[in-house]
């Protein structure tokens, strides 16, 4: 593997996501100024501490190079490395992390914000709050859900884009399709075993987000217990916002949003 920060945006990819990385060699990959193949970084916005100075993280910024898509769960990251992942087409999926108004694909082509994001969370919030009364419990199991979901719509995403490209390594661009063309009825879902994981997906260009489906459960002390079947989120509230904040921010970075069918 080598260690060089550079990467070519058709390059064939190896068909694993990259996730689990430090926050340095993450951070050396999105600044593509940084002097990742040896010695000390020359990019000098880098604070010192986020810089991939070790041996460690220059190897690891080389994963990037060949990896067929970024899982990260840190809204954080998901903002800083946008620019870079798009320029590289090399699709996040921030599995309801990040900006909500990624969801507009025409101006984020490469962000994936499936099953949901912070926005429409909050309006399936206020919907269950609507319909019900009660404490809220710590969702301890947040974590792992979100793990399974990522590895669950990240292979699946690989799958659909092999059936049409052929098994072999894939471009960043040709997991975009994948991810693009991702189809998940209840019965794939139950032969799966994800049943009840996440609702009915279909996403296109553009859909990003697959519906933002909800569903909601409370610990009772013992278990957790399902209250509600998936709820939908206010759409007509968030969508109006979401693309008002993706134009924006296509004319502060001088994008020109894509055309989708």
Same mark, same amino acid.
């Given at each position: 593997?080598?260690?060089?920060?550079?990467?070519?945006?058709?390059?064939?990819?190896?068909?694993?996501?990259?996730?689990?990385?430090?926050?340095?060699?993450?951070?050396?990959?999105?600044?593509?100024?940084?002097?990742?193949?040896?010695?000390?970084?020359?990019?000098?916005?880098?604070?010192?501490?986020?810089?991939?100075?070790?041996?460690?993280?220059?190897?690891?910024?080389?994963?990037?190079?060949?990896?067929?898509?970024?899982?990260?769960?840190?809204?954080?990251?998901?903002?800083?490395?946008?620019?870079?992942?798009?320029?590289?087409? $090399?699709? !996040?999926? %921030? +599995? @309801?992390?990040?900006?909500?108004? *990624?969801?507009?694909?025409?101006?984020?082509?490469?962000?994936?914000?499936?099953?949901?994001?912070?926005?429409?969370?909050?309006?399936?919030?206020?919907?269950?709050?609507?319909?019900?009364?009660?404490?809220?419990?710590?969702?301890?199991?947040?974590?792992?859900?979100?793990?399974?979901?990522?590895?669950?719509?990240?292979?699946?995403?690989?799958?659909?884009?092999?059936?049409?490209?052929?098994?072999?390594?894939?471009?960043?661009?040709?997991?975009?399709?994948?991810?693009?063309? $991702?189809? !998940?009825? %209840? +019965? @794939?879902?139950?032969?799966?075993? *994800?049943?009840?994981?996440?609702?009915?997906?279909?996403?296109?260009?553009?859909?990003?987000?697959?519906?933002?489906?909800?569903?909601?459960?409370?610990?009772?002390?013992?278990?957790?217990?399902?209250?509600?079947?998936?709820?939908?989120?206010?759409?007509?509230?968030?969508?109006?916002?979401?693309?008002?904040?993706?134009?924006?921010?296509?004319?502060?970075?001088?994008?020109?949003?894509?055309?989708?069918?």
């Amino acid at each position: 593997m080598g260690t060089t920060g550079k990467s070519s945006p058709d390059a064939p990819r190896h068909p694993w996501p990259c996730t689990g990385l430090p926050p340095q060699a993450i951070l050396a990959w999105a600044r593509d100024g940084a002097n990742v193949s040896g010695g000390e970084s020359d990019a000098t916005d880098v604070p010192v501490m986020v810089r991939a100075r070790s041996r460690r993280a220059r190897g690891l910024v080389g994963v990037m190079a060949v990896a067929a898509a970024m899982q990260l769960a840190n809204a954080s990251l998901v903002n800083a490395l946008i620019d870079r992942a798009t320029h590289d087409r $090399l699709p !996040l999926l %921030p +599995a @309801a992390g990040g900006r909500g108004d *990624a969801s507009d694909e025409r101006v984020f082509p490469y962000v994936f914000t499936i099953p949901t994001h912070f926005w429409s969370l909050n309006t399936a919030k206020i919907r269950f709050i609507g319909q019900r009364a009660g404490p809220e419990g710590d969702v301890g199991t947040a974590h792992w859900m979100r793990g399974m979901l990522r590895a669950l719509l990240t292979t699946e995403a690989l799958r659909t884009a092999m059936r049409h490209f052929g098994n072999q390594p894939l471009t960043g661009a040709q997991m975009q399709w994948g991810l693009e063309h $991702l189809s !998940l009825t %209840p +019965a @794939a879902l139950k032969e799966l075993g *994800a049943e009840g994981l996440l609702p009915p997906i279909t996403l296109s260009c553009r859909d990003h987000e697959g519906g933002g489906g909800v569903k909601f459960q409370q610990w009772d002390g013992t278990q957790w217990t399902v209250l509600t079947d998936w709820m939908a989120p206010d759409q007509a509230l968030v969508r109006p916002l979401v693309e008002a904040s993706a134009a924006k921010y296509a004319q502060e970075k001088g994008i020109t949003p894509r055309d989708c069918p």
